[in-house]
């Protein structure tokens, strides 16, 4: 699972649950939860990451206070990629408390990258970018280099919604070098996006596209869960290049995958791209209403530029 191989992670985990329950194995029951949920969200299909609420249970029981703390920020992820975005700030709080009651700073550290993430799509970008640096520093400096990766690439966004294009760029650029090496397909193409947005909005639309085009090949059925963003970013890259009609059918495709995941946020995203490309007033209208209605639900201010 944190290879980015969900399919094997599957069947190996469920496998350890058959074996888990038979014995009584608590804490490997635990682990098999864990890497279930996080296989199927990659996978886009998050209705079936329904088992760590199980070990949440089954750590409070025995209380173990750090292991509550990670299981309280995987859950934080998921209520975040489903729109429970209230939901997700007090789990990512929780998690940060009850990891650094147990001296565990990293796993604290981690609980920030991701609630640094979802302030980036709130459009709180002073606030994240506070969370996102202290997040980073700690860990790089104990080794957790895939996450470090992930808190860099949040900062590179905070970036790119604060207008500092070329800044945005070349921190993406570096964290895709270096990402290149940590041979997991789902951390290498969220980086691809957000760099092949920074260069569309550089003015570098061909290459992004061929990029962007490049990664999600790579990524193949085993990201699915990155489908709906990298056919948003294609379409921004077909609309830079003037080929209106097909950045049309890329939203479609963003907004069903979008749809199919529940990831609101990218719905929201998706409508108002949509929006922008409507070919009349009503279809516009129509549009920006459905995107008024999920920023109402997520808890985003109208007067906020939600960020990309």
Known sequence: MLQGHPRKAIALAELAVEEGRRVDELVGLTNAYTALDASYQLLGSPEKAVHEWMSLEIYTRLGNT????????????????????????????????????????????????????????????????????????????????????????????????????????????????????????????????YRALADERAGRAEAALAAIDAAA???????????????????????????????????????EAAQAQGLLYEQLLVRRARAELAGDESTRAEELREAVRLAELLGIASSTTAAL
């Open 66 to 193: 750090r292991a509550c703390g990670i299981i309280e920020y995987n859950l934080g992820v998921q209520a975040y990629a489903d729109g429970r975005w209230s939901e997700a700030v007090d789990l990512y709080t929780r998690a940060q408390d009850d990891c650094l009651r147990a001296g565990d700073r990293p796993n604290a550290a981690i609980a920030a990258a991701n609630l640094g993430e979802l302030l980036v799509s709130r459009g709180d970008l002073d606030e994240a970018e506070r969370a996102l640096t202290d997040a980073r520093r700690v860990l790089r400096s104990t080794g957790r280099i895939p996450f470090a990766l992930f808190a860099e690439t949040q900062l590179a966004r905070c970036a790119l919604e604060g207008g500092d294009i070329a800044r945005a760029a070349e921190s993406l650029e570096r964290i895709a070098a270096e990402a290149a090496g940590v041979d997991h397909s789902g951390i290498v193409l969220e980086v691809a996006i």
């Open 217 to 255: 090949e790579a990524g193949g059925e085993e990201a699915a869960l990155y489908a709906a963003p990298v056919e948003r970013v294609r379409a921004a890259c077909l609309v830079s290049l003037g080929r209106r009609d097909e950045a049309r059918v890329a939203l479609v495709e963003a907004l």
